[in-house]
């Protein structure tokens, strides 16, 4: 009889040990994270990102984080979307069709969480939020968009006698032809002239690349574009052939083989929308926070040494003494 006694005791202490266990880990808060694929920028976002939880105080015994990454499949993102937004007290999309895809898996299970997103060019048109200045509803974050007008005056600054400037970017990513149609505008404002590619994937990039030099391209311009990002080995090596300097719209684009950018420095905006996460949890409403971008100060001028040399051109003294240099990685 006592050795029952005893097993029903440690049975109930087992059960109390296990209960609060549970509670501590109900206690925590639940951090969800969707990013659309895998590449540099995004990477740099994401540990932006939980590099300013941290800081603030939210880390791993006050945090669960729960990461998804589709790799760009249209189906799995989802699927994970709708996953996350159920178990998390609070949600990141990584790039547009991620915080996309966020907000609808929301809508649809009935859930009424804040959804935070970076690495987003057009919040709005995306409709993510009804303005930059007042997002309303749960979602606001940081929009990537780049400082378009200094990248195509970097090109006229690297050739004095430019004619014509490419642009090459994803078909089917917004954000990209976003920024395609501000440099476009760019371009006519300086009475340049311009050719416009466009690419599906990864099979036509080695094809499109070497179509818009044949065609007249001096200079190429890539914006901040997800398929073009993960491959810009592939036309870093054509255009340097080529010696056609290529303008990138980040620095990790320049570190893999690009030339050239003054561009939205990515861990910065991670810790932005990091900033706005801890806003969030101590009380602030998404809807109260506007849409944060860098300002010029924050972006980041950055020189390819390795592309230099193979380039073989001479740059202005005023960039290589402004410009951070990096060698391909």
Avoid: W
Wanted: charged fraction near 25%; hydrophobic fraction near 40%; proline fraction near 3%.
């Amino acid at each position: 009889m006592k050795l029952i006694k005893r097993l029903v005791v440690m049975v109930c202490l087992l059960c109390c040990i296990f209960t609060f266990t549970a509670c501590e880990k109900d206690d925590k808060i639940k951090v969800g994270i969707l990013q659309s694929a895998t590449h540099s920028a995004l990477d740099s976002a994401r540990l932006g990102f939980i590099e300013a939880l941290k800081n603030a105080g939210y880390d791993e015994s006050k945090i669960t984080l729960d990461v998804q990454n589709p790799e760009g499949n249209p189906s799995n993102m989802q699927l994970m979307a709708k996953t996350l937004v159920r178990k998390s007290d609070i949600v990141l999309g990584v790039a547009t069709d991620a915080a996309v895809a966020l907000k609808a898996a929301a809508n649809t299970e009935g859930v009424n969480i804040p959804i935070l997103f970076t690495a987003v060019t057009d919040a709005v048109d995306a409709s993510l939020v009804e303005s930059n200045e007042h997002p309303g509803g749960k979602v606001t974050g940081t929009s990537d968009i780049n400082p378009v007008s200094d990248q195509i005056a970097l090109a006229k600054q690297l050739k004095n006698d430019l004619k014509t400037i490419g642009i090459l970017y994803t078909i089917s990513e917004t954000n990209s032809k976003v920024q395609a149609d501000m440099a476009i505008a760019e371009i006519k404002k300086e009475g340049l002239e311009y050719i416009e590619r466009t690419v599906t994937g990864v099979t036509d990039i080695q094809q499109t690349v070497k179509k818009i030099i044949a065609d007249g391209a001096e200079i190429i311009y890539i914006p901040t574009d997800n398929n073009l990002a993960k491959n810009i080995a592939i036309v870093g090596d054509i255009a340097n052939d080529s010696k056609v300097p290529l303008i990138c719209g980040e620095e990790n684009m320049v570190k893999a083989g690009g030339f050239i950018t003054f561009g939205v420095n990515y861990t910065k905006l991670g810790e932005m929308v990091g900033d706005m996460a801890v806003k969030i949890l101590e009380g602030t409403e998404p809807k109260d926070i506007p849409v944060g971008t860098l300002s010029k100060d924050q972006c980041n001028l950055v020189i390819n040494t390795d592309t230099l040399a193979l380039l073989n051109i001479q740059v202005p003294d005023e960039i290589m003494e402004k410009a951070t240099k990096v060698k391909t990685e």
